[in-house]
């Protein structure tokens, strides 16, 4: 039996969430194509008769700009201290320097593969390219093309990690894919339809905390506030006549009930929190 912790690492919007979903054959992270999306560790564990591997998407590496960057950038700090095997993906087509000094900085301790993800939107002759210049990288064990979105060269790279897995005992027992509690994919699921349907700054501002979380016998009740930093930034969630909350909130039922696998009513409220990207009280309190 062969059990580790492998951590996926890279650039903002290279496909790390993407990636451990197609690895978990199921949807574990949320997805945007805007950037800084992930904002917490998310651990997925994998477990088969031969091996466990627990998974870790983190946030993409930034300069942390306010209180929220710092937290986000200390999981990935986290991340670099407990893994047995490091996945540094890269978009394919962007200019391989650049994430060379993103996965050079980390110092890594552990065996690396790195991952060339987006290959189905660049030639034959990029690939190897971007290829030859990773096996020269002293952190890089080996380079697999992948395209995390259409689940290709997904199988390959679940035979590299095993391969440089260490022999042992798994550390989770059971069947659960994940140690993080229900409600945090369901506030997850609630912020990903912010990131799909509002424009580029509310994201960025907004969080969701749930309120309550109540199995009754024919359905989940949940109620979660959304919290943003102004007034006007509530206005535009809410929408004309409360007609973005109630897209809103549609999208994500659909979202939750597939996830939970059961009927639910979903109450979301918005609240005004000035400042809490900065405030430490608030963000202990939502999560972070």
């Not at 349907?197 to 907004?206: M, Q, R, S, T």
């Not at 549609?250 to 609240?271: H, P």
Request: a neutral charge.
């Amino acid at each position: 039996m062969k059990s580790g912790f492998v951590n996926i690492f890279g650039k903002p919007n290279a496909g790390k969430s993407t990636l451990l979903n197609a690895l978990m054959g199921e949807k574990m992270a949320i997805v945007s194509h805007k950037v800084q999306t992930t904002r917490h560790r998310i651990k997925a564990i994998l477990t088969s008769d031969e091996y466990q591997i627990i998974f870790s998407d983190t946030p993409g590496i930034i300069e942390p700009k306010y209180k929220l960057h710092e937290k986000m950038m200390q999981a990935v700090k986290g991340s670099l201290e407990d893994a047995d095997v490091a996945l540094l993906i890269t978009d394919a087509r962007e200019n391989p320097e650049e994430s060379h000094a993103i996965f050079s900085a980390l110092k890594l301790k552990m065996p690396a593969l790195v991952i060339l993800n987006k290959t189905d939107k660049v030639s034959e002759e990029d690939i190897a390219k971007a290829t030859a210049f990773f096996l020269q990288q002293t952190y890089c064990k080996q380079v697999i093309a992948i395209s995390a979105l259409k689940k290709k060269g997904i199988e390959e790279l679940l035979t590299s990690i095993v391969a440089l897995l260490p022999e042992g005992a798994p550390f989770y027992e059971g069947d659960d894919i994940s140690d993080l509690p229900t409600k945090f994919f369901v506030s997850e699921l609630i912020r990903e339809k912010i990131f799909l349907l509002y424009g580029e700054e509310i994201p960025y501002h907004a969080t969701v905390l749930i309120q309550e979380f109540k199995e009754k016998t024919t359905l989940i009740k949940i109620q979660a506030d959304i919290i943003v930093q102004r007034d006007t930034q509530k206005g535009i969630i809410l929408g004309e006549g409360g007609k973005m909350i109630k897209q809103l909130g549609t999208l994500a039922r659909k979202d939750i009930e597939e996830f939970l696998n059961s009927k639910v009513f979903l109450e979301l409220f918005v609240k005004v929190r000035p400042k809490w990207r900065d405030n430490e009280m608030q963000l202990k309190e939502y999560g972070y």
